[in-house]
């Protein structure tokens, strides 16, 4: 059996979403003897090195859309020059393209992972297309995906129940795999810690380190955090905050610490691959994002190394079962004063904070490993091929 791993794009961390899809070719290696494969639109040179080290070929496919012909002819030619058993693609527009391509070349299975909250399944823009696009998403994925693909796998139970709701899929071709990071997590830099970071910034040595993580745009709900300061200033003065990510609202969202004259307390670190040696050297993990997939992979990252979690709950109409278990808060999106309310509840008994912290790392080594998520995975792959469990 051959597999080919279709992916968008892998420019990240290899311990981001692209290690469950290198982790199940590992499996299905071991336990079925399928040759893998991995085509990739953009690719770090870290995940890169990671897959090869592996003895996986990695190709390159052209960047564009739908209509891009560079980027049909290379998909068309991997897939009849590797002729796959099992088509595993992740994410639009080329997953979108290959799941196409795939059944046009007839590959015997298909599996469509979707890793963007409902309702940014139409639009790459989150709904600000023109209706003309809009109504092409809608088709797409109302009535012709549906009919492409032998599974669809999502990381919310939510939105999974979404996807057969709105979106034509039976209830046997949906699966919920969350997220999933490896046990035990790898600290790759045991020089950034708590000490490194009150010297760095010249906190004072009590600080209550607040941290968010992610990409700098107004989705992400930083400034719902940037507006809790205030509060959390009065109530809680040691408190700081590290924001990891950078971004295209960045800018405003540093103008709007000045305003609110909270800028002296918000260290802007930028952009990191580092991301478990930081948040692990802080104390509170906040993550006020307006749309986001329950749990998103950072939570997930910051369970991992013990932190209690701020978590906006993105759904609104019910809480995810992926998050039941969170030791910290869950609060509205878009509020600040829940945000501020969550902070000094939790900030102000320490040793609570840390017994939170502990039941976050136990949820995350009982539900969020890469090897659980890989049991799945493998599971499903092989029920559905009609290979031995």
């Not at 080919?4 to 079925?32: N, P, Q, W």
């Not at 070349?105 to 709904?127: I, K, L, N």
């Not at 045991?190 to 009590?206: G, H, K, M």
């Not at 590290?242 to 405003?252: D, H, Q, R």
């Amino acid at each position: 059996m051959k597999a080919l791993f279709m992916l968008d794009i892998a420019a990240g961390r290899f311990d981001s979403f692209v290690s469950r899809f290198v982790y199940l070719a590992d499996r299905l290696r071991e336990t079925e003897g399928y040759e893998s494969a991995f085509a990739i639109a953009a690719i770090s040179p870290q995940v890169h090195c990671e897959i090869t080290s592996r003895g996986y070929d990695v190709h390159l496919v052209p960047g564009g859309g739908l209509g891009d012909r560079a980027r049909w002819k290379s998909i068309f030619h991997l897939i009849n020059r590797y002729k796959p058993d099992v088509l595993y693609v992740a994410v639009e527009s080329l997953a979108s393209m290959a799941t196409i391509a795939g059944f046009i070349s007839r590959v015997p299975y298909t599996f469509f992972e979707h890793h963007a909250p409902y309702p940014y399944v139409c639009a790459s823009d989150g709904g600000n297309s023109s209706l003309k696009t809009r109504i092409k998403g809608h088709i797409w994925h109302r009535w012709i995906k549906p009919k492409l693909v032998d599974k669809l796998i999502t990381v919310s139970s939510v939105y999974s129940e979404k996807i057969i709701e709105k979106w034509g899929y039976s209830p046997g071709q949906v699966e919920t795999v969350p997220n999933g990071m490896p046990y035990p997590p790898r600290l790759t830099r045991p020089d950034v810690n708590r000490e490194s970071l009150i010297s760095q910034y010249e906190w004072p040595e009590d600080a209550l380190l607040l941290t968010c993580v992610g990409r700098v745009d107004e989705r992400k709900g930083f400034q719902f955090l940037v507006d809790a300061m205030p509060a959390i200033r009065k109530a809680l003065p040691s408190a700081r905050l590290l924001i990891v990510g950078t971004g295209s609202y960045l800018p405003e969202l540093r103008a709007r610490a000045k305003e609110r004259e909270v800028d002296n307390l918000i260290a802007w670190y930028g952009h990191s691959h580092d991301i478990l040696s930081l948040i692990g050297s802080c104390d509170l993990f906040v993550h006020p994002a307006l749309a986001d997939i329950m749990p998103p992979l950072v939570v997930i990252e910051a369970y991992s190394v013990g932190l209690p979690v701020v978590l906006a709950n993105t759904d609104d109409e019910k809480i995810p079962l992926e998050v039941e278990g969170n030791s910290g808060a869950l609060i509205p999106r878009g509020d600040s004063d829940a945000i501020a309310e969550a902070v000094i509840s939790l900030g102000a008994d320490r040793e609570k904070l840390a017994e939170l912290g502990k039941k976050n790392y136990e949820l995350y080594r009982d539900y969020f490993t890469l090897s659980r998520v890989t049991d799945q995975l493998e599971t499903i792959v092989r029920e559905t091929c009609g290979t031995s469990v």
